[in-house]
């Protein structure tokens, strides 16, 4: 029997969550939720807010929320990151903020623009998006050294690959950005992500 179970789709928010459990080396069950399950009053019982991904825990608890569940697992399995009091924990922290608070944002803004404004004013939404995105790309870019953990991906990596995946204009997003380029082109082929990405039949990490 599966330890963890994760409740997401393949390139969403829970791509990441796979990830760090893959890297763990434990069992865990994915279940698919499609977009219109998560708006049914099923779902809603796990997630009010009708967002995946869900990290459903061993004793059964559920824990919603990205940062929630990177912290859960950084916490459970500590051997993810690196150790506590180094400077690279601490830039571990500071990349997961930068992303959670204005990169997915900037991208949530795009893809989901009916949030935030009238139908009218979607243009102008999406193009400041587009315009502030810009902004943390470039500030990924300058921190890549390959990888934001290092010479080897960690815990912030798959979250900032799996916020690749989801850039409206990927020519933009590579644009005099060689190193967020190859990054893309290590993590692709990187055996966790592969395995992630062809369990849900999606070759090459597309």
Not at 27 to 54: L, Q, T, W
Not at 121 to 134: C, E, L, P, Q, Y
Not at 155 to 173: E, G, N, S
């Amino acid at each position: 029997m599966a330890e963890y179970k994760v409740m997401g789709r393949s390139v969403a928010g829970s791509f990441f969550v796979e990830c760090l459990l893959r890297e763990t080396g434990i069992d865990y069950e994915f279940i698919h939720i499609s977009r219109g399950h998560s708006k049914s009053e099923e779902f809603a019982a796990v997630n009010p807010f009708a967002r995946i991904p869900v990290l459903v825990l061993p004793d059964g608890r559920q824990i919603i929320e990205t940062v929630a569940i990177f912290i859960h697992l950084i916490e459970r399995f500590p051997r993810l990151a690196p150790a506590e009091g180094t400077v690279e924990r601490d830039l571990m922290w500071q990349h997961l903020a930068v992303m959670a608070t204005s990169l997915y944002p900037a991208m949530h803004r795009y893809h989901h623009t009916h949030y935030y404004a009238p139908e009218e004013m979607f243009d102008g939404v999406r193009d400041k998006a587009m315009i502030d995105g810009d902004r943390w790309w470039d500030y990924m870019e300058s921190q890549l050294v390959p990888f934001l953990g290092g010479t080897a991906p960690g815990p912030a990596d798959f979250y900032l690959f799996m916020i690749t995946r989801w850039a409206p204009d990927r020519d933009r997003m590579l644009a005099d950005r060689p190193r967020l380029a190859a990054f893309i082109d290590n993590m692709r082929v990187y055996p966790t992500v592969d395995t992630v990405t062809q369990s849900h039949g999606r070759p090459g990490g597309s």
